[in-house]
C-alpha cells in the first residue's frame, strides 16, 4: 500500500472511552523496547511518527494510527516495563483487554517479540490472551539484523515453541533498519482489506 497521509487521530488513556471506528484495524502488541514504534515507522514510511523507547515521556497508551483513511494501526501499551507498580500494569491489562474484546473493526493482531530470546512468560501470556479472544496472533520477530543468518531458524522455532504456537501460526523476521519482512507484512494486511 502506498501510504498517503497518517494521522495520530485517537490516543487512549487509561480511563479512556476506546472510539468505535468504522475503518478496519490492525493491532500491534509486544513487551516495551521490542521494536514495536519502529515497526509501525517503518510500515508507515515515517522516521519518527510513532514515538520510540528512547524518546523520554513515552506514556502507555492505545494510540490509534489513521492510514489513508483506510485503515487504523492500533499501538497497544507494551507489556513487561519493569519500573511501574503491579497496580499500573494491572490497569493496562485491563485496557489491552478491553480493547481486543471490545473492537468490532480489528482484523490481525501482531504480536511482536525479539528474535534473538526466548518468548518470556509475558509474551506466552499475552499471545494466549489474543488466541483466548478468539483471534489468531500473527508472530513478527523483531530485530532480524542482530543474528547471523544462520541462527534464523533455530530462532523462529524456539520462539514458536516458547508460544506454544501451532505449526499453522504465521511467524514473520523483520527488521527496521534493513526493512526486511516490511513487503510481507503489508501484503497479510492487504489480503484481509481486500477480502
Ligand atoms: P518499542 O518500545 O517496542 O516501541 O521499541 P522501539 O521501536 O522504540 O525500539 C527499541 C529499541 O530497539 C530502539 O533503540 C530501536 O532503535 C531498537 N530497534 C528497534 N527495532 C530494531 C531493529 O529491527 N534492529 C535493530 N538493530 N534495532 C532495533
Not at 514515538?51 to 492505545?62: E, L, M, N, V
Not at 507494551?78 to 511501574?84: L, S
Not at 511482536?112 to 489474543?130: A, F, G, K, T
Amino acid at each position: 500500500m502506498h501510504v498517503k497521509s497518517v494521522n495520530l487521530e485517537t490516543v487512549c488513556g487509561i480511563t479512556s472511552t476506546l472510539p468505535k471506528n468504522n475503518k478496519m484495524e490492525i493491532a500491534f502488541a509486544g513487551k516495551s523496547n521490542v521494536g514495536k514504534s519502529s515497526l509501525i515507522n517503518a510500515l508507515m514510511n515515517r522516521k519518527a511518527y510513532a514515538r520510540t523507547s528512547a524518546q523520554p515521556g513515552k506514556t502507555q497508551t492505545i494510540n490509534f494510527y489513521n492510514i489513508n483513511d483506510e485503515l487504523y494501526f492500533v499501538d497497544l501499551p507494551g507489556y513487561g516495563y519493569a519500573k511501574v507498580s503491579e497496580a499500573l500494569k494491572e490497569k493496562w491489562g485491563k485496557m489491552i483487554e478491553k480493547y481486543l474484546k471490545t473492537s468490532k473493526q480489528l482484523k490481525i493482531v501482531f504480536l511482536l517479540v525479539d528474535i534473538r530470546h526466548d518468548p518470556s512468560e509475558n509474551d506466552r501470556n499475552m499471545y494466549e490472551w489474543i488466541v483466548y479472544q478468539g483471534y489468531q496472533p500473527i508472530i513478527i520477530a523483531t530485530k532480524l539484523d542482530k543474528i547471523n543468518r544462520s541462527q534464523i531458524e533455530k530462532q523462529m522455532k524456539a520462539i514458536r515453541k516458547g508460544l506454544n504456537a501451532g505449526a499453522s501460526a504465521i511467524i514473520i523476521p523483520f527488521s527496521s533498519l534493513s526493512k526486511q519482512g516490511r513487503d510481507e507484512i503489508w501484503e497479510l494486511i492487504e489480503s484481509v482489506i481486500t477480502k
